[in-house]
């Protein structure tokens, strides 16, 4: 497994992957992951007080998000799972477009083509074929953009990844599949659920893979960025998998307690993706005290926006559920949008 930073803080060297890492470097991947979980931590506050209706944490998965995302160009294209807030926030995506979902105002919550990052696919690895099909339309337009799709190791288990592998390579698609094997699919643990790792899998299928410290924020974007250089220039198609952990529930509707021991989740709390990078940036003298400071009163504000965003969001009409279900005006759902337009005249 390639590992660049261990869970200490200390720095070692890894010939597969070589990164040059600067101060400047630490400071942003820092940053980004401080202030994902900050966005996170408020989300599940928010959901806890009746005023979201679910929300996915990746707590614990930021590394993994932030470190690959940061290894992309802004013009390659992202299929997410549905809890890549990190990788989302690296995007510009905003507070109120990742929470308009879950408060159930809105289908979706952002333009996926402003972003070049699609909207969540709560369905178990369809946007593995969602992106490989984008990925071929890429190749086809002579573009040099690559195509990234997260999904988790449940996922993987799913028909649609494994079809997503092959057509993939069969069809030669830019595109690289990063998994999360975040150790727990619900509560299905990964020892039940595969009898080997998934980067020995993917070679089966004629792809590129590597196997990454997920929890090593330098070791992973090391990692994907050059997975998306060799991907870019018309290599094979490429699959990492990157080890971490969901430190909190699948959902805030799952009670992990009931599945897994406290001391399984204490020893990955030890391998905490922010505490190890912030012990390197300290034991190097690479950010002064202000720089943390600032990161907290930061992390302050983005809370505040957090909760300010989402008691702003106006309450949809009932009517809008029938917006947007077909790409042009269907006879029978403009009869089902008229009956409840009159039947809500009736309620008044």
């Known amino acids: 497994m390639i590992q660049l930073l261990a869970p200490d803080g200390t720095l070692r060297a890894d010939g ?84 308009a979902q879950w408060r159930g105002v809105v289908h979706s919550g952002w333009d996926p083509a402003r972003y070049r990052f699609h909207i969540y696919s709560l369905v178990l690895g369809t946007q593995a074929l969602h992106a490989t099909g984008y990925a071929v339309g890429v190749r086809l337009d002579g573009a040099d953009d690559v195509v990234l799709t997260y999904f988790g190791d449940g996922a993987s288990s799913q028909g649609d990844v494994n079809e997503a592998l092959n057509w ?6 830019p595109v690289v599949f990063f998994c999360q094997n975040n150790q727990w699919a619900i509560s299905t643990s990964t020892s039940r659920q595969m009898a080997a790792p998934l980067h020995r899998r993917a070679v089966g299928f004629g792809l590129e893979s590597y196997h990454v410290d997920g929890n090593d924020v330098l070791a992973v974007h090391a990692v994907t960025a050059r997975a998306a250089a060799s991907v870019r220039r018309g290599g094979p198609p490429v699959l990492i998998e990157a080890m971490t952990y969901r430190m909190a529930g699948h959902s805030t509707s799952d009670d992990p307690r009931r599945y897994r021991a406290d001391a399984e989740v204490e020893a990955w709390r030890q391998r905490d993706p922010i505490a190890r990078l912030e012990t390197l940036i300290r034991a190097r003298g690479w950010a002064a005290e202000e720089f943390f400071e600032a990161l907290a009163a930061e992390s302050d504000r983005v809370a505040a926006a957090t909760r300010e965003a989402c008691l702003s969001m106006p309450e949809p009409h009932a009517t809008a559920i029938f917006e947007h279900v077909t790409n042009d005006e269907n006879p029978l759902v403009r009869a089902q949008k008229e009956w409840m337009e009159a039947y809500q005249k009736t309620l008044a």
């Open 16 to 99: 597969e992957a070589p990164l040059e890492v600067t101060p400047e470097l630490c400071r942003g991947l820092l940053r980004d992951m401080v202030l994902a979980r900050r966005f996170d931590e408020e989300a599940l506050a928010l959901q806890r007080q009746g005023e979201l209706g679910l929300w996915l944490q990746s707590l614990g998965q930021e590394a993994a998000q932030v470190g690959s995302m940061r290894a992309l160009r802004d013009s390659d294209y992202v299929f997410p799972s549905y809890r890549e807030q990190a990788a989302a926030r690296c995007r510009g995506i905003t507070p109120a477009e990742l929470m």
């Open 168 to 173: 993939a390579a069969v069809a030669d698609a």
